[in-house]
Each structure stands twice: as C-alpha cells, then as structure tokens.
C-alpha cells in the first residue's frame, strides 16, 4: 500500500505560480509512475504530468507543456508540480497519482484508471 499526500495549493492570480507537493509513504519501492492530474466537479479527471520514477523521464499534457514542470526527490518519495504562467482555466482540484504498472510502451501513464493510488487532491484557484 501507498499512502498520499497533496499540499500546497492555494489562490494566486493570472501569471503567477504555485508548487504543489505529493508526499508518498509506504511501499514506494514498488511505483514505476507518479502523476498529477485535475478535476472540475462533473467532468472526467483530467491528466496533467507524469514522470517515471526510475528515469525520471517526464510527460506533460499540451495543456501545461512549457509552463508546468513535473519532479520527484532522490528518495523518490515526493513529486512536485511546479507552475507557472497560470491561467483562469487552470483553475482545479488537482490529485496526485502513484502507479505500479511499468508501462513499457509509454501508452498508458495519462490514463487514470492505470494508477493505484490516489491523493486526497489540493485546490487550485487563478483569478483574472
């Protein structure tokens, strides 16, 4: 089992930034994937990034690309989403996801359903 934790969200206006942060705890050894993805209430969860834990290889969705940066620390116990350049639209609960599936092929990591374990998500809200 994988236990997460979401924090830093908050209110920030248009252009400014925000790092969240996903503590893991438990059977981290065991994740090949770590993820963020948003969710507005009555639509589908939504990908954001993804970095492979044992690369570090990272995949944003067009979305973010340029203005998110996804990281973990050495231990491999943390993620980080780092953004900046926020925009009204970016505006979400957004959770952070562990998976134990390896996804060789690289055709599965901004799909939820293949992650296990879930945050409890962190709200995210960019005025104008």
């Known amino acids: 089992q994988v236990q997460l934790v979401e924090s830093g969200g908050g209110s920030v206006q248009a252009g400014g930034s925000l790092r969240l942060s996903c503590a893991a705890s438990?059977?981290?050894?065991?994740?090949?994937?770590m993820g963020w993805f948003r969710q507005t209430p009555g639509k589908e969860r939504e990908w954001v990034a993804t970095i492979r834990t044992r690369t570090s290889i990272t995949y944003y969705d067009n979305s973010v690309k340029g203005r998110f940066s996804i990281s973990q620390n050495n231990a491999k116990t943390a993620v980080y989403l780092q953004m900046n350049s926020l925009h009204p639209e970016d505006t979400d609960m957004y959770y952070c996801a562990a998976s134990t599936r390896p996804d060789p092929y690289g055709t599965t990591y901004a799909t939820p359903r293949v992650y296990d374990y879930w945050g409890q998500g962190t709200q995210v809200t960019v005025s104008s």
């Open positions: 438990g059977a981290t050894r065991s994740l090949y994937l």
